[in-house]
């Protein structure tokens, strides 16, 4: 399974801060998404990576990918308390699964 | 902008009743999903639906479940006979590609079995 796994679980800052999640997965993908989900709503896709590329901006999102490391992170600038949310991170899956989530980052941004 | 629509919001049933969810998919978009997720978990994948067929499934989609897309616009998921651990967040989501574009998700059906 392709299946990315968020790191941290959680994590709690101040308004205005920083926030950054990673990603691992197993094998070789084409690309790498994000989304995020307010607490009992539907996911929201956030960015898509493509395996040729390293970096991409949205706003204040900044997403890394590290084929070689099969690894991506997701950079949020400047937080504030509407990012408050959960993050995961998704893969094509190799076999018979269109996209595999991982089991998310609960982001709270204290204001 | 378009959205991807799931009714009822919270369905209640009693184990051993046949359930139906509903979805409206985004109008343009070929590609239709089912994903599921119990409380604090992850999001699980259930089917997709491509040109009125099931394309993929996964082994959480047993007997018990169906798909099937009755007109031009609504998707629907059955549970046959529901069991207790049916209860979940069941998610409709929608693309306009296949593996490689990004889902547009509904905002999920409450289900209870009890």
């Known amino acids: 399974s392709q299946q990315g796994e968020e790191d941290p679980q959680a994590l709690s800052i101040q308004e205005g801060e920083n926030a950054t999640m990673n990603c691992s997965y197993k094998?070789?993908?084409?690309?790498l998404q994000w989304y995020r989900q307010n607490s009992g709503r539907g996911l929201v896709h956030l960015i898509l990576?493509?395996?040729?590329?390293r970096e991409k901006h949205s706003g204040r999102l900044r997403v890394t990918l590290d084929t070689s490391k099969k690894s991506s992170s997701l950079l949020i600038t400047a937080s504030r308390a509407a990012d408050t949310a959960s993050y995961f991170c998704?893969?094509?899956?190799?076999?018979?699964?269109?996209?595999?989530f991982g089991k998310g980052t609960r982001l709270s941004v204290i204001a | 902008e378009p959205e991807v629509t799931q009714t009822p919001s919270h369905q209640v049933t009693q184990m051993g009743q046949e359930v139906i969810l509903r979805c409206v998919p985004i109008?343009?978009?070929?590609?239709f999903y089912w994903y599921r997720q119990i409380l604090g978990q992850k999001v699980e994948f259930l089917v997709s639906?491509?040109?009125?067929?099931?394309?993929?499934k996964s082994e959480i989609f047993d007997d018990q479940f169906s798909v099937e897309r009755p007109d031009g616009s609504n998707f629907t998921l059955k549970i046959r006979s529901t069991k207790l651990e049916d209860s979940a967040m069941y998610f409709c989501?929608?693309?306009?590609?296949?593996?490689?574009?990004?889902?547009?998700f509904g905002n999920g059906t409450r289900l209870t079995v009890t």
């Open positions: 989501a929608s693309s306009e590609g296949g593996r490689n574009s990004p889902l547009h």
């Open positions: 094998t070789s993908i084409n690309n």
């Open positions: 990576i493509r395996s040729n590329e």
């Open positions: 998704a893969t094509p899956d190799s076999g018979n699964t269109p996209l595999v």
């Open positions: 109008s343009n978009h070929l590609y």
């Open positions: 639906f491509y040109n009125n067929e099931i394309s993929e």
